[in-house]
Structures are given as C-alpha cells and as structure tokens.
C-alpha cells in the first residue's frame, strides 16, 4: 500500500513540476530589460519621399466591394495605413492599380467610399507621374505627413483585368489589430502532449511583451475555442477536461507553499531544515510564480461569435495595467481541437474523419493553399472571386481539414482552372459544414471569367516537418542537395545525402514542399556541379513517392542503404520554385475532332522512323496497303502560374531530317486505347517537335515560336495546338477488334518537366468502335473521370463520329 501511495505521489509530483515549470518560464513575460527605441522624428513635407527599403505593400479594403476595386491602405513602417483624397487623381489611381497587378483602373473614389480606415494616414497630397513603378515614386508630402482625416481615405477602381504573369495580387486578409494580440499558442502541460506534434491541446497564450500570459477563463465559450483552434489549423474542437487542470493548479499551488521539510527522529523540523524551507518560500522563483498566478493575466475576458478568423477579431477585454486582481472565480483558459485526417496520429480516427468528396485547392505551392474547385455532375469547376471574403473561405478551409483562412485570394491568385464556373457571390456566414451549404448565384459565362477563380490560404498545423530536411551546397536556398536527419541504432541524429537512383519530380516536390519552398521546379539525379565541402554520407536509398506526401519519411524508401553510386556527386538534389507550369488537356476538342483513316503505308515512312505506328506495321507489306489510324486534335492549356518549358536546353534537341524539325522531348504526349480491364490493346506517342504558342488568352501575348530555331515552350495564358492531321497525331488501331474501350490521353506522361498538378495532365474517354465507325462519350480531365461513367456506356452511346475516310 505504501508503494502505491508513493507512486501516486511521485506521479502528482511530476506533473506538479510540469506544470510549474510552465509557469514559471513561460506564461508571463520576461523580466529581462529590453533597450527602449527611439522615435523617429517626424518627417518634414518633401516633394520626393525616400523610397521605402523593403518592397511597400498595397491592398484594397472596405465594403461594399469588389476585389477589383477599394479603400487604398499602405503596410509601412509594420503598420497599415491609407492615402488621403487630396490632390488625388486618375494617374495615382492607375500607377496603384498597376501595383496590385491590374492593367489599369478606371476610376478613383474620395471621401471614404468604401468606409474609413484606421491607424494613420501615412500619404497626402500624393501627385504622380503616370510612370512609375510604385506610388512611393510619387511626389507628396512625405511618409505620416498629413492634415487629413480618415473621413477622406482615397479608393480606386481597376479594370478587371490582369497583367500576365503578375504574381501578387490583391488579398482579403483578416484586418485585426494585431498590437493587441500578436500571437497566439497552445502550452501543452502533460509531458507526453510535448513530444507529439501537432500539439492539439493546452493553455492558450498570447505573445505579450517579451514572453507569453495566459487568458482568464470566466465566461470562456466553445466558440472561443472554435476560433482558437481555427487560428492554428485545426478544422474542429472538442471539450476539454476542466477539472484535471482545476486539480493539477491547486496541488501546484500546494507544492509550493507547503514545501517537503526534513524531519528529526523527535518528529520536530531540522535547524537545516527550517533554513531549506526558509529559504525555498522565499526563493524568487516561487515568489514570482504566485506573483504572476495573481495579476499576469493578459486578457480578462473573450467573446467571439465564432466565425472569426482570428483571436484578435473578437471583443477582448484586456487586464488595466496595475490592477492586482487574479482570475477570480477562474483560471488559465485550456482548449482541446481535433485535427484534420491529414494530421492525425491516430489512424483509427483518421477513416472515421473523412474530408469533402466535392470540393477540392487546385494550384498552390504550399499545404492548405489553391484554387477553390467544386464538383457538380462529375465534373470539377471554380468559384468566382464576386463577394469572396474570409468566412466563405473559411468554411473551404474546414471542410477539407484545415483550419480557418489565413487569405482569402482574388483574381485568380493560384491559377485559373478550366471548365464551368458553378459558383458566384458566395456569402457563409461561416458555420456552415461546406460551401454547398452557403447561399450563392448560380451564373453565365458574361458575369465571371477564369481570371476571377477564387482561392484560399488556410491555417494549417504546425509539424516541424522543415526541421528534418535540408538544402546543401547550392547557390541559392531554393537549390541544393537534398540532406535528411536520420537516426542510428544507438538513436544518434545525423545528416545524411539521399541516393540519386530513382529520384524523379515527384519525390522533388515533396522535398521542395517539406521545406515550405513551393514547387519543384527540378528533380535532379547527379549534383556533381554544387559544392561538395562539407557532403555527408548516404542515409537514405530507394526513395519513391507519390507527390502528395507532406514529408519524405512518408515515402517509401530501403530499410537499408543500397546505392551503386554511392559518391556525393550522384545524391539527389532539387530546385524549388514559388510558381510552376499546369498542362490541360481540351476534353471536348478531342471529342469533336476525332475520326478514322485509312492511311496508305507509303505516306508513314516517316511516321514509322518516329514510331508513330504499332509493331505490326514491320511485317506489313511496304510501301503496298495502308494502316488504320484513329486521329483526333489535342490542344493543351498552360494554366499553371509559370511557362512550360522543355527539360533539355536547344543544344540538346534532337534534330529529324524525315520530317525536318527538332524534338525538344523524346515523349510529349502518350496516345492510349485501354479494354474493359485497363490493358493496352494499342498506343501511340507524339514528340514535342515544335512546342509553342498558337493562341492565348485576350491580354497575353505569345512568347514561344519554333520557327527558325526559336525558343520553345508554352506561356502562362497560352496553348499549343496539335491538329488531327499532323503525322503522329493518332493511335494506330489496325489490329484492333470491334468493342468498348477507353481512350486515354496523358501529357508529360514521365514528368521531366516539374508541374504543379500532375493529376490533370490525363483525360479518358468512353469510346466504342463498330469497324467503321467510332462513338466517344464521357470524356474527362484527370481524376475527374468516373468509373460509374464507364459502367453506363451502353445506356448512353453518346457521339456519332466521323466514319472511315
């Protein structure tokens, strides 16, 4: 019984110790002085400002709005502020709009159409040139220097156009003050809670000072809770325990003032022993954690309504400076939040979580980032950017379990998809389960255009998944030899290099993701050109992933090294890139283009030398007969946020003198014809001969062409357009038997050029053949494409095609 009794006290005892540690270094902030700034004088009027150092921040605020047009507020100096309406002009307006990315505006507002802003008024009487590149070019009266008020905040309005290629765009972030809540944590308490990450569950605390304090729980809500867990990336948040965290406090409390005292064999205190206890209650560590458990409470009071995005969004009622009262009646608010599938450890949990079947992010570089699409009747498509705000973007975010939006992103920011745009003026009120749930319009193809595409950046847990990867020498922190930090068996942490066998794009993209540098823009199998000072030897062989893991050490790899080039130079590398190309197919072009020829055998030889044709065509009798071939147009989109282009550099194109052009890529496009069970029954494959611009979108211009040997690639905007009639522009379905098959058709298909969505580069089709005739039905982009589809084919026989020419 007395084990037992001490056990228990021993494992109170710890957790006591846990918790007063916490307390002690972590909670409140830091006694260390810190040196006081001095302010800087305020700036005399000045017809040219200095230019700010950093790159000066603009986005457009207020309500009602579009996101083409605003209150004009300016980040400087750590604060946003606005421009005044004095003096202000159409030029002004115009070099703005240009700023935020739009080709021009078309108008400007005054006396704070869009509602008055806060903070300071950091421009006034601001006169352009029309010229230049940002408007802290522009004459005025210099930085803070204004007789304004907020009644007369300048706005513009852009034309609803984007300048290609134009990266930063306009954002709807969450317009808090953040002076009054910085930053906001989970403490975990329990020592098992510290070593798990994400860390789901402990006191709250805000970044206060130079440390942390702690929120008074009296009259602490779930809805509190519901936006805590959001700020930190968790889609949803449970009941937390109150009264274990009510009993660790009190025994706490005890521990400290009724420390263990030694005692005599007489049963009375020690002189020692009095001198201990003496000294151990007036220690300053105890005095200062029952100091700080009184009076450090940094906010008194929290009512949010729950569909916040921020902590600092929600009325807060902040602890006066000398009071001394406690938390009365309360104690250090505690929250508990489910995490998302993605992020559980439990795998149990995980199958019974299941995120949005509909609603998927298309195009971003990071975790919990992309285009907003939405599936309707088997087909994916996009959002428009009318009305989008925080809490529609929110509602995305939990529904695919992430947290709350972090961005709620504009003008086709992460892209613009392809296909309908089902969605328009979407208004949650941010409760809602999913975004199909939310009131919207339903619209035409004259009220939103794919330059509007709506998307979001999501709060996402933190992982620490950043901490065990590294980049080596390389020239620039985007590049390098890709380093992991493995354990032996005595548990020694090491870096190790990573074997180049093997490594391809996609295992490139989950290092340049685990790294939070974006996409890879190359996978690289030898690094022999980087420096090699300070290699480390080989950890890690056999690396293969599927592109969507959020860390290598969930690829699947050697349990033991097994590497034939074992030297430094053949290790994997990569170069990561905020932006990458996304190849797409026209669906529906292929469907209306497609048809059957007969084709002599003495117009293919040079199809043959390229081939272009099925094995049997080497037995056929030349140049005597011909070949069956199914033909069909593919144009391919780049809708990615940076241009195609082909891997090898023109000196290493291939030049074929029968048809009298260069292959910048040995394999473009993979041409496929599948039966029932998924088996190729023929095939075909076109090279990227003459890789270029054939159109773009109004607004792009053309920047790939191939005559005389020119640069070859495809723009953003642009597409490159491969006619039925060019040779290799089929599959050659001379053996083929009359029945029901798939046709497939995938761009890229070895992924030597790094994309952001391998997922979309495929299509598939219904396609049944009589002999002479061909019917294709239900063709769809990539993992669009539904096997139920396929099932339904004989109820619905879908297009009559060209017959035999």
């Known amino acids: 019984m007395e084990k037992s009794t001490s056990r228990q006290q021993f494992a109170f005892g710890l957790l006591f110790g846990l918790w007063l540690t916490c307390c002690v270094a972590q909670t409140t902030p830091s006694s260390r002085a810190t040196p006081t700034p001095t302010s800087a004088p305020t700036p005399s009027p000045s017809p040219s400002p200095k230019p700010v150092?950093?790159?000066?921040?603009?986005?457009?605020?207020?309500?009602?709005?579009?996101?083409?047009?605003?209150?004009?507020?300016?980040?400087?100096?750590?604060?946003?502020?606005?421009?005044?309406?004095?003096?202000?002009?159409?030029?002004?307006?115009?070099?703005?709009?240009?700023?935020?990315?739009?080709?021009?505006?078309?108008?400007?507002?005054?006396?704070?159409?869009?509602?008055?802003?806060?903070?300071?008024?950091?421009?006034?009487?601001?006169?352009?040139?029309?010229?230049?590149?940002?408007?802290?070019?522009?004459?005025?009266?210099?930085?803070?220097?204004?007789?304004?008020?907020?009644?007369?905040?300048?706005?513009?309005?852009?034309?609803?156009?984007?300048?290609?290629?134009?990266?930063?765009?306009?954002?709807?972030?969450?317009?808090?003050?953040?002076?009054?809540?910085?930053?906001?944590?989970?403490?975990?308490?329990?020592?098992?809670?510290?070593?798990?990450?994400?860390?789901?569950?402990?006191?709250?605390?805000?970044?206060?000072?130079?440390?942390?304090?702690?929120?008074?729980?009296?009259?602490?809500?779930?809805?509190?809770?519901?936006?805590?867990?959001?700020?930190?990336?968790?889609p949803h948040e449970k009941k937390v325990n109150k009264n274990f965290y009510k009993r660790l406090k009190k025994r706490a409390a005890e521990k400290v003032s009724r420390p263990k005292v030694n005692v005599s064999a007489g049963g009375r205190p020690t002189s020692k022993a009095k001198a201990n206890s003496k000294s151990k209650q007036s220690s300053p560590g105890k005095r200062l954690y029952l100091e700080r458990q009184k009076n450090h409470f940094h906010i008194h009071s929290v009512a949010c309504s729950g569909t916040e995005v921020h902590l600092a969004a929600c009325p807060l009622e902040f602890s006066k400076p000398n009071a001394t009262s406690t938390c009365e009646g309360g104690m250090a608010a505690v929250v508990s939040c489910m995490p998302g599938p993605l992020f559980m450890q439990n795998s149990g949990l995980k199958k019974k979580l299941k995120t949005s079947r509909n609603v998927r992010l298309k195009g971003g570089a990071k975790l919990g980032e992309g285009r907003v699409e939405v599936l309707k009747d088997n087909e994916w498509g996009t959002v428009c950017d009318d009305r989008w705000n925080l809490q529609s973007a929110s509602v995305v975010c939990r529904e695919l379990g992430f947290g709350s939006a972090k961005e709620a992103l504009t003008g086709a920011r992460m892209g613009q998809g392809m296909g309908p745009i089902y969605m328009n003026e979407v208004k949650c009120a941010g409760q809602e389960r999913s975004i199909w749930n939310c009131p919207f319009k339903n619209i035409t193809s004259e009220d939103c255009q794919h330059v509007e595409d709506a998307a979001v950046r999501c709060n996402v847990p933190y992982m620490g998944f950043e901490n065990s990867i590294r980049l080596t020498g390389g020239r620039t922190r985007y590049e390098g030899r890709v380093e992991v930090l493995g354990s032996d068996s005595n548990g020694t942490q090491s870096w190790g290099l990573i074997c180049g066998e093997s490594w391809s794009p996609k295992e490139a993209m989950v290092a340049?993701?685990?790294?939070?540098?974006?996409?890879?823009?190359?996978?690289?199998?030898?690094?022999?050109?980087?420096?090699?000072?300070?290699?480390?030897?080989?950890?890690?062989?056999?690396?293969?992933?599927?592109?969507?893991?959020?860390?290598?050490?969930?690829?699947?790899?050697?349990k033991t090294v097994s590497c034939q080039k074992s030297a430094a130079k053949f290790s994997a590398g990569v170069i990561c890139?905020?932006?990458?190309?996304?190849?797409?197919?026209?669906?529906?072009?292929?469907?209306?283009?497609?048809?059957?020829?007969?084709?002599?055998?003495?117009?293919?030889?040079?199809?043959?030398?390229?081939?272009?044709?099925?094995?049997?065509?080497?037995?056929?009798?030349?140049?005597?007969?011909?070949?069956?071939?199914?033909?069909?147009?593919?144009?391919?989109?780049?809708?990615?946020?940076?241009?195609?282009?082909?891997?090898a550099g023109r000196h290493s194109w291939v030049w074929h003198a029968c048809h009298g052009h260069y292959h910048s890529m040995d394999i473009f496009t993979h041409y496929d014809l599948l039966n029932a069970n998924g088996t190729k029954v023929a095939e075909g494959h076109k090279a990227s001969f003459c890789l270029e611009d054939t159109d773009c979108q109004e607004g792009v211009s053309k920047r790939y062409e191939c005559a005389n040997f020119g640069d070859q690639g495809i723009t953003v905007g642009c597409w490159d357009l491969y006619r039925h009639d060019i040779d290799c522009q089929w599959i050659d379905i001379t053996d083929v038997r009359p029945g029901n098959y798939i046709l497939q058709i995938v761009i890229n298909p070895n992924q030597e050029v790094a994309e952001s969505d391998f997922t979309n580069n495929g299509m598939k089709c219904n396609c049944k053949y009589d002999g002479h005739r061909i019917w294709l039905h239900n063709c769809h982009i990539g993992d669009a494409f539904s096997e139920e589809a396929e099932r339904r084919f004989d109820k619905y026989p879908g297009q009559l095609n060209n017959q035999v020419s």
């Open 53 to 234: 150092t950093d790159r000066l921040k603009v986005r457009l605020a207020g309500y009602p709005r579009k996101h083409n047009e605003g209150r004009v507020e300016l980040f400087y100096k750590g604060e946003w502020g606005t421009i005044c309406d004095d003096d202000f002009s159409i030029t002004n307006a115009n070099v703005l709009c240009r700023q935020l990315g739009f080709v021009a505006a078309t108008g400007w507002t005054h006396s704070a159409k869009y509602g008055k802003g806060q903070g300071k008024i950091w421009l006034d009487n601001v006169m352009c040139g029309g010229g230049e590149k940002s408007i802290e070019f522009c004459k005025s009266r210099g930085w803070g220097n204004s007789d304004c008020t907020h009644d007369e905040d300048a706005g513009v309005v852009c034309k609803d156009e984007r300048i290609p290629g134009f990266v930063d765009s306009n954002v709807i972030d969450a317009h808090v003050d953040e002076n009054k809540v910085e930053e906001v944590r989970l403490r975990p308490v329990v020592a098992m809670a510290k070593k798990r990450l994400p860390i789901s569950e402990g006191v709250v605390e805000v970044k206060y000072k130079d440390g942390w304090a702690q929120i008074c729980d009296v009259g602490w809500s779930i809805k509190n809770t519901r936006v805590v867990c959001g700020m930190l990336g968790f």
């Open 512 to 558: 340049c993701r685990q790294l939070g540098l974006g996409y890879a823009n190359q996978g690289l199998q030898e690094t022999w050109y980087w420096d090699s000072s300070n290699v480390t030897e080989m950890v890690m062989s056999g690396v293969k992933c599927t592109g969507t893991e959020m860390s290598l050490s969930q690829c699947q790899h050697h």
């Open 577 to 647: 890139s905020d932006t990458a190309s996304d190849l797409v197919l026209n669906a529906p072009l292929v469907q209306q283009t497609v048809y059957i020829e007969d084709r002599p055998l003495h117009m293919l030889y040079c199809a043959a030398e390229e081939d272009c044709l099925s094995k049997s065509a080497a037995q056929a009798n030349w140049p005597y007969g011909h070949r069956r071939l199914l033909r069909f147009s593919s144009q391919i989109h780049n809708i990615g946020r940076a241009d195609f282009k082909p891997k």
